[in-house]
């Protein structure tokens, strides 16, 4: 099974930027979606970005939308989530998750079968 690692997180200003990384131990199938989640202290893990499988069309909470930006690099088995003009509610622990999830599921964590240990963030005012 595929092991997922992430990196990048850290401490920045409002307003600022941070690029996470999801490094696999292997190249994902085409038919694997990949999305990045965030759980805050006290809070439920929630859906933040996501690149659907096959299609690779991508999907964004609207919290985010306009700031954030998923991507993949295929030759680094690598996704991407670039995080610009940060909010101080943007502070969270950011997992990356890979699963088969039909479209209408694809915000769902539950649905996602891999997950990476999570990188924290935290954004300053």
């Known amino acids: 099974q595929v092991q997922l690692v992430e990196s990048g997180g850290g401490l920045v200003q409002a307003g600022g930027s941070l690029r996470l990384s999801c490094a696999a131990s292997?190249?994902?199938?085409?038919?694997?979606?990949m999305a990045w989640f965030r759980q805050a202290p006290g809070m439920e893990r929630e859906f933040v970005a996501a690149?659907?499988?096959?299609?690779?069309?991508?999907y964004y909470a609207d919290s985010v939308k306009g700031r954030f930006t998923i991507s993949r690099d295929n030759a680094k088995n690598t996704v991407y989530l670039q995080m610009d003009n940060l909010k101080p509610e943007d502070t969270a622990v950011y997992y990356c998750?890979?699963?088969?999830?039909?479209?209408?599921?694809?915000?769902?964590?539950?649905?996602?079968?891999?997950w990476g240990q999570g990188t924290a963030v935290t954004v300053s005012a």
């Open positions: 998750a890979a699963g088969r999830p039909i479209l209408s599921a694809l915000r769902l964590s539950s649905i996602y079968t891999t």
């Open positions: 292997e190249r994902a199938s085409s038919d694997v979606s």
């Open positions: 690149l659907f499988r096959r299609t690779g069309y991508t």
